[in-house]
């Protein structure tokens, strides 16, 4: 069932037709029964009419005029005294009082047998074809009212049943035009008693979301703010007990480690917290991705650089609508993972384009790449996946911030094996700008 209104319409229309097609047959019974009544009498008057008649009536009296009606006036031998011009030279039936139907002249005929006195009878009949024709005339003037009626009916019953679902229609229509950060309460000016536990369902669905991304929102945004300190304290105490200890200070690399990761990962919590809809979307603007990307690269260069990798962008200049610290995010742990999985001497290859009203993002890399099975799960949270000895910084986030920015912006991302380095590609998609598609 696609639309309740015409499953209604069409239901209703054709109990309608339905009903409409029963009293049709009634009627035509009830009708063909009273119009055969009615001929049978017209048959008695005519009779009459012709007892009153003298014995030797002939064809040229004006009674012999009636082309569709048949009489014989006949006496008690079966002599036939006096007939029309379409009765035959014999008793068309027997002398026998009421009516029968009867052969002649090529056609079948309802006729009557009438006694005038002892010495006469008056025998009438009708082809039964004139009483065919007057009930198909009848039937056909009451049907033609009745197929008339089915589709203004069928256009009435979709006119009411459309006023009836209108505030159904108010509220899907409320619904659709809502933003994704709105989660006020629904209103609307006139509300059925049958909607009433809908729209109370929906507002308080709406208010427990709106508590949970709050509740979310805060937590991440609190725990991520308060980590900061005691993780800078904790930098800056470990700077000094390295500075008093006499030790080898390759003892201190796996805490030092620790820390930084412990640290990316507060980085990440807030990034991800700065990307949700409530943050970015009220401050979108019209971005060059080519420049953006070339800031987000310079800004990576020293880790780059760093592990001797080669990095190339191929950007001719392509703008889309979007938030900038959002899509800067994007990049930034686009081009920061294909640093961490590429090994030293590799090479990374950023490229955009724009096509069929989309722009498109690529990062590649010559690591190891990822497995099309575990493909899906590397965009999750906190999914790291192990290559080598497995010592690569990082919390299982980067991907899942770039995913989450790419649905925000109302694009798609795809995950498959680089043609040219062999190593992973990254594919963002985000939409042009109207006026650029």
């Known amino acids: 069932m696609t639309s309740i209104r015409r499953f209604l319409v069409y239901l209703l229309a054709a109990t309608f037709a339905l009903t409409s097609f029963v009293a049709a047959v009634q009627a035509y019974h009830s009708g063909s029964r009273s119009l ?41 031998d079966g002599l036939v005294l006096g ?77 009411v049943v459309g006023r009836g679902l209108s505030p159904l229609l108010q509220l899907s229509a409320r619904l659709q035009r809502r933003q994704a950060d709105t989660l006020e309460p629904i209103s609307l000016a006139v509300l059925p008693s049958e909607l009433q536990p809908v729209l109370a369902a929906i507002n308080d669905w709406q208010d427990r979301l709106k508590r949970a991304f709050e509740r979310e929102r805060h937590f991440a945004s609190d725990a991520a703010h308060e980590l900061r300190t005691p993780v800078s304290t904790l930098k800056i105490h470990l700077h000094n007990l390295q500075r008093q200890s006499s030790g080898d200070a390759a003892h201190w690399q796996p805490v030092q480690r620790a820390v930084a990761d412990l640290e990316h990962l507060i980085e990440q919590m807030l990034m991800l917290y700065r990307t949700a809809p409530d943050q970015y979307l009220a401050r979108h603007e019209r971005l060059d991705l080519a420049a953006l990307a070339r800031e987000v690269i310079a800004g990576r260069y020293d880790d780059i650089d760093r592990k001797r990798q080669t990095i190339t962008l191929e950007a001719p200049s392509v703008c889309v609508d979007g938030n900038r610290f959002a899509l800067a995010a994007l990049l930034d742990n686009l081009v920061s993972n294909a640093g961490k999985y590429t090994p030293a001497g590799g090479e990374i290859i950023v490229s955009l384009s724009a096509r069929a009203g ?60 680089s043609p040219r380095l062999h190593g992973l590609r990254v594919c963002v998609q985000l939409p042009l700008p109207p006026e650029d598609t």
Request: proline content about 6%; glycine content about 6%.
């Open 358 to 417: 989309v722009a498109e993002v690529t990062v590649e890399d010559s690591g190891p790449g990822i497995p099309p099975e575990r493909r899906d799960i590397a965009l999750e949270r906190f999914q790291r996946l192990q290559h080598g000895s497995g010592d690569i910084p990082g919390c299982g986030l980067g991907l899942a911030i770039v995913r989450h920015v790419v649905e925000r912006h109302g694009g798609h991302i795809r995950l498959d094996e």
């Open 36 to 76: 055969r009544q009615l001929l049978d009498q017209h048959l008695i008057d005519y009779a009459l009419v012709l007892a009153q008649q003298d014995a030797t009536v002939s064809r040229r009296q004006p009674v012999s005029s009636q082309t569709s009606l048949a009489y014989q006036i006949v006496s008690r």
């Open 83 to 159: 007939r029309s011009a379409s009765a035959p030279d014999m008793p068309l039936m027997a002398l026998s009082q009421g009516f029968d139907e009867v052969n002649f002249g090529g056609q079948r005929w309802r006729a009557l047998a009438t006694r005038v006195d002892a010495e006469r009878w008056v025998l009438v009949a009708e082809p039964l074809r004139l009483r065919d024709r007057v009930t198909d005339a009848l039937i056909t003037e009451m049907l033609w009212p009745m197929l008339v009626a089915i589709p203004l009916a069928a256009l009435l019953i979709w006119l």
